[in-house]
């Protein structure tokens, strides 16, 4: 059975939920598509039938902003909307005490992935 948490960092205004599973060394943040949840976007690569090996990951799924348990405020559209999401995701993991981890993303997730690894380069490997 996958070790699983849940919990919640008030980031930016919002609430931030995030969702835990495994306990292994090699860290992971794993940001879903709009709307989106951890267990929504990665059902497959967390607990299904070949899933990652949670002994050696330790993963991550955010709820972004305005998105699943992250709200309310309703998430605000700008043309800043990626830049707030990778600086939400930095703070998440610094609340988590994590200061270097892999970034995947899914969909509108993965732009904010690309951005993350684009602004903050030293927390990504």
């Known amino acids: 059975m996958v070790e699983t948490e849940s919990g ?65 405020p309703i998430r605000k559209i700008n043309k800043n909307a990626y830049n707030f999401d990778a600086e939400t995701c930095i703070k998440l993991m610094e609340n988590l005490g994590h200061k270097k981890f892999f970034v995947l993303g899914w969909s509108e997730g993965a732009r904010v992935a690309l951005v993350l690894a684009a602004i903050y380069p030293n927390h990504v490997t």
């Open 8 to 72: 919640k960092f008030d980031i930016n205004g919002y609430p931030i939920w995030y969702e835990k599973f495994g306990t292994g060394a090699n860290i992971l943040l794993m940001i879903p598509g709009a709307i989106g949840t951890g267990r929504t976007d990665y059902y497959e690569q967390l607990l299904g039938e070949n899933a990652l090996d949670l002994t050696q990951f330790t993963a991550y799924a955010i709820e972004l902003a305005g998105w699943g348990r992250s709200r309310p």
